[in-house]
Nanobody, 128 residues
Framework: QVQLVESGGGLVQAGGSLRLSCAAS????????MGWFRQAPGKEREFVAA????????YYAASVKGRFTISRDNAKNTVYLQMNSLKPEDTAVYYC?????????????????????WGQGTQVTVSS
């Protein structure tokens, strides 16, 4: 069993930055693929970014590519999402997720149902 706890959300003006953290319990964190998803009010949960177990491969949604960076520190059991140049449309609850499949295809890694564990979410609000 893996428990995920997100932190770092908050209110920021458009153009600003935030860094989200996701701390994971469990000794097998380094073998998990990790992802970030978000859900805005009235919308479906959508893929934001993901990183394979080794950190060698990262994937991004087109809407955040070039602005967001996902990274992980396996020694600290933590995955990060650095968000720059934030826009009002980035406003959402951001969720961290873990998959027991450390290496997935580029299609599968974007699917929420490929992830086994989820955090409680952290609110990000970007004001215009």
């Amino acid at each position: 069993q893996v428990q995920l706890v997100e932190s770092g959300g908050g209110l920021v003006q458009a153009g600003g930055s935030l860094r989200l953290s996701c701390a994971a319990s469990g000794r097998t964190f380094s073998s998990y693929a990790m992802g970030w998803f978000r859900q805005a009010p009235g919308k479906e949960r959508e893929f934001v970014a993901a990183i394979l177990w080794s950190g060698s491969n990262t994937y991004y949604a087109a809407s955040v590519k070039g602005r967001f960076t996902i990274s992980r520190d396996n020694a600290k059991n933590t995955v990060y999402l650095q968000m720059n140049s934030l826009k009002p449309e980035d406003t959402a609850v951001y969720y961290c997720a873990a998959s027991r499949f450390g290496a997935m295809s580029v299609m599968d890694i974007q699917k929420a149902n490929e992830y086994d564990y989820w955090g409680q979410g952290t609110q990000v609000t970007v004001s215009s």
